[in-house]
């Protein structure tokens, strides 16, 4: 059975589940991926209410965020979930995400779209000009070219995840199959949808469980992720799925082009 | 005697799914913590499959001298009809006096006069419920002074007072016999066997000395001999293994279950 720093979908060697499931929906995709891999460890149970409880007598070594889990338990899923998305140890996954080049740092993607700000209200501040004043409008035509060939070059780094951590995303797609829980987690989410099914039916969650879990709104960086807060959060529309071998959706949609090009936009519940 | 129930298991929401794997022939919910007519799914789906469920109550106080509460009772009862259980048990203890709750379940004085309170109480519980109530010894970490009767003996007058069932949890029986000095075989040749509805066995573990029968560590092997003690006198028609805390792996609990079926095989 794999564990949890296993790299179950042969995605890339050096990545944990958790940091998969945390490129491909957020923090929370990263801690739904830390509970279904203890309960495939059998270390947790979730019962058929959702009440999330560990499993005594299995001394063995976790990940920081599956430990976060074993003690924040007995506790609902949902509940679980987002308090596993605003701790400490999903933001440590998170920052090393970005020393490894495959997250940006919030204030990097701050910037960038801040600078793309200035420039759009500067061409604005031109073509007042050209209607009030003497400017030609060739000049404003000039700058809005300029405008647009700006933003098309910055386009990328507005994005949370990175082209690798992109990249990722795609092939950790590419490779999921329901077989494999863990994988199918981090990458669509137990809110995401395989097919006709949801994930949490997949896995055998009771419905009563799977109610607690809840989406996370688009632009709610409640889950402590700044670059990756926003998004369908553990998602289950079809708005992506480009690239997966599923027919399912994808779980994040920050960019919608493709389900492996989104990345963290998701919650995974939080 | 009740007839057979075969092995199995005290149902607790934690555990749910894993109780529904679990080769159990019946399980055994707390009372208080079930409404009937709002059953938990698992437990509807045991039902379903024909598992008896036998509702076991914690709070009757029927060993108190406060009158019987009738809300407990008719709770009780209409859990026991909702989940058409063939009995109902509760313990041979009180906890509540003078409005305060222990939170434990505190042994009653062995004195005529406090089974004389016993019977009445048991008495006037079974009067209103429409099943037969089993009633359970305690285990005690004290003995009140004066003492008239054996535990043993106390238990068998208040079943032929009463014409209650008993169930008889071993696991509490072995705790006093550490804790206290009773005697194990003395006390399975004084109670009416005949009476037996099923019996009790769980784990605890010893601190500082004493041992607590906490139900939520393995069952010693020491626990399993008094069963055994148990066996050699008469065929349980059911044993129960109760888990509260501490909930181990499915794998640990069926090895749990199939060595209480290799000491009744």
Known sequence: MATSWTSTSGVSAELWPEQQGFLAGGPGRATEVAVVSLVEAGALRIARNGLVSAVQGLPRSWTPLQTFVLRSVPRPLGDLVVAGARSVEAQSLRQNLVESGYVRSAGSVRAVRWVRRVFFLS???????????????????????????????????????????????????????????????????????????????????????????????????????????????????????GSSSDSGSSSSSDSGSSCGGGGCGGGGGD | MVEGLGVGIGWRPEIDLTVERLDVDFVEVVAENLHADRLPESVRVLRGRGVPVLPHAVSLSLGGADPVDAHRVAHLGALAEALDAPFVSDHVCFVRAGGLDSGHLMPVPRTREALDVLVANVKAARADLPVPLALENVAALLEWPDAELSEGRFLAELVERTDCLLLVDVANLYANARNLGTDVGRFLDEIPLERLAYVHVAGGREHQGVYHDTHAHAVLPEVLDVLRQLKERVDPPGVLLERDDDYPSDAELAGELAAIRAVLA
Do not use: E, H, N
Request: positive net charge; contains cysteine.
């Open chain 1, 123 to 241: 061409w604005i501040g031109l073509v007042l000009w050209s209607l009030f004043g003497d400017l030609t409008f060739g000049t404003v035509l000039s700058a809005f070219v300029g405008l647009m060939v700006a933003t098309g070059v910055t386009s990328p780094y507005v994005r949370p995840l990175t082209r690798a951590g992109r990249s990722t995303v795609r092939r950790l797609g590419a490779g999921v199959v329901t077989s494999q829980p863990v994988p199918l987690v981090a990458y669509y989410g137990l809110l995401g949808k395989v097919g006709k099914q949801f994930v949490w039916q997949v896995l055998g969650i009771d419905p009563v469980a799977a109610a607690g879990l809840r989406r996370r709104r688009k632009g709610d960086g409640s889950s402590g992720s700044a670059s990756c807060g926003s998004g369908c959060g553990s998602c289950s529309s079809s708005s992506c799925g």
